[in-house]
């Protein structure tokens, strides 16, 4: 590109979205210029309100977040849309096929959306969603809407990191109810059960309250269970209103604040696991790593010795004295 | 323990039951006196064999774990017995509950159980799960069977790092075949629908052979479907052949020495992450972390940016000066 950083970071904030576009890509892929573009972007965002929509394969995740967007256009606001997927760990690529497409939503220009895959190139916990985010969110999506696919643990980090999470439901996986027990139920502010035409809706219903009313909550919140038929659109509207109920929640309660530190020291933390793997890395010569692997292979050395070495050879510096 | 590590170790390789149950749980909590023993223990395994199983919730895994370990114990042979759970976000314990037992099958002393959660206590990818292999090996289990509850990607790594792969099926969860798509489906090396007395066993049969139609191997070897019925121990010894089959597969096959190698290469590569994160925390003190979370939370810095200067302190060491 021949525009300069500052250039490149004015267009975002402009909502250009083929600007928007390359900056996400370079991010995903690791680029340089990705962060130093980020550094940028991040003094300029803070602004959206970020929702996590998950649950299961089959929910009707990505027909409710479409209506669901289509709601919020109406009143004007642009609106961006991060559908996050399971990663095949044999093709490295997104089931949902195109990583890289942008496009509106319908001929509405105010709707960005992205596939993401679950896990980078170097296996960390979609750390990038978070900076599309930062992306959509100095380009001025007052609403972002992160949908993930699945009910992993990847998916539970992602949705811990928005401002609020809609866990939707569906009649007839019973099963799944059982999965969910395992620590993505307790993460939702707010649960939906989807397709609730079908039967067995009021059952589900019943066992998200009776979950509901044996755990305990940090804030005051109480989160509903809405019925919705997101091919319909019913319900949609009573999930708008309790995404907005509870972003009024939140600036009132000063415990939110603690939930937002919290998410934060959480994103340091894996960033920095995931920065310093990769300074790492950058650092290691394809040789020098070969021969480590043979030597455990031949088991001459064990590989918590060869770690200890490695990282002790990286604080040094690449052959370079000094330090400890 | 007022034993030196070389007595503790030499009591593991005598296969003293609570020896090997404190050295997992020093492993498992990340004690340096556990990382110090596994340097010792490494260069005494190699021998076992270890064997995945995985498959959705309620497909039979720990039944037919317990049954082909009953079946394997005939030959005299000692066996591990690791179960891998899920674990919960909020209570970061494991599902099946007692992660501290290290208990006989039955009366049978030759058979060691130990459940383990999916994340250690820094979010790590099971990373420990090698080392109580590595444990288990040294101790003379000749057999590893490593039990994945679940279908995420934690599943699926701990599955890439055993010798051979099983995945269980059912009928009756067609839904689930579809989620396995997603990754795990392909990994195995051998393919059970398990409760085959139930109705549409042989269409979840027809479905694997058709996406192993469709699917290419690395190595020459062509993954069986069996079909079992868990509780009466129906196709058991099947499986077992199967097992065995896979073993001297690989014990002629090149190929075999390559996935070992990129197993240890990954291995390798997910310890150093692990331990260069581990080894930067334990040098950040909870104040300037605090600093660092609240600079972010309130806009002056971007979170990048404190990473990269979190881990330039590091390379630079304490306070110490030098190095780059």
Redesign the interface.
């Known amino acids: 590109m021949s525009e300069s950083l500052p250039e490149w970071a004015e267009k975002i904030l402009a909502r250009d979205p083929r600007a928007m576009a390359r900056a996400i890509s370079a991010v995903e892929s690791g680029e340089p210029a990705g962060?130093e573009l980020?550094?940028l972007l991040?003094?300029k965002?803070?602004r959206a309100y970020v929702v996590g929509v998950t649950g299961?394969?089959?929910a009707g995740k990505s027909t409710l977040v479409e209506k669901l967007a289509a709601q919020y256009r109406a009143s004007g606001v642009p609106i961006g849309i991060i559908a996050v997927d399971?990663?095949?760990?044999?093709s490295g690529g997104a089931?949902l096929g195109d990583r890289i497409r942008m496009q509106a939503l319908s001929p509405d220009e105010g709707v960005y959306i992205r596939s993401m895959a679950?896990?980078g190139h170097l296996?960390g916990?979609a750390p990038a969603v978070q900076d599309v985010v930062t992306i959509l969110d100095a380009a001025g999506c007052a609403l972002i809407l992160v949908e993930t696919v699945?009910?992993?643990?990847?998916e539970?980090?992602i949705a811990?990191h928005a401002d609020v999470t809609a866990l939707l439901l569906v009649p007839g996986?019973g099963?799944d109810v059982?999965?969910f027990k395992?620590?993505v139920m307790?993460?939702a502010d707010i649960y939906v059960v989807n397709k609730s035409d079908r039967p067995g809706a009021e059952r589900v219903e019943q066992e998200v309250m009776a979950m509901l009313a044996m755990s305990q909550r940090r804030d005051d919140w109480n989160p509903p269970v809405l019925k919705t038929v997101a091919t319909t659109g019913e319900g949609i509207s009573d999930l708008r209103e309790a995404l907005e109920r509870f972003r009024s929640f939140g600036e009132r309660d000063a415990r939110r604040l603690a939930r937002?530190?919290e998410q934060?020291?959480s994103?340091?933390?894996?960033?920095?696991?995931q920065?310093?793997?990769e300074?790492?890395?950058g650092d290691l010569e394809d040789a020098a790593?070969?021969a480590?692997?043979?030597d455990?292979?031949a088991?001459r050395r064990?590989?918590?010795?060869?770690?200890?070495k490695?990282?002790s050879d990286?604080?040094?510096?690449?052959g370079?004295?000094?330090?400890?």
């Open positions: 962060i980020l550094k991040f003094l965002s803070g299961s394969p089959g399971p990663t095949s760990p044999f089931i679950t896990r296996g916990l699945g009910v992993g643990q990847d539970v980090e811990r996986m099963d059982q999965t395992a620590g307790e993460i937002r530190r934060w020291r994103r340091l933390l894996e960033l920095l696991r920065r310093l793997f300074t790492a890395l790593l070969e480590c692997v043979e455990v292979l088991q064990d590989p918590h010795t060869v770690a200890d490695l990282i990286f604080r040094k510096g690449k370079v004295a000094g330090g400890r």
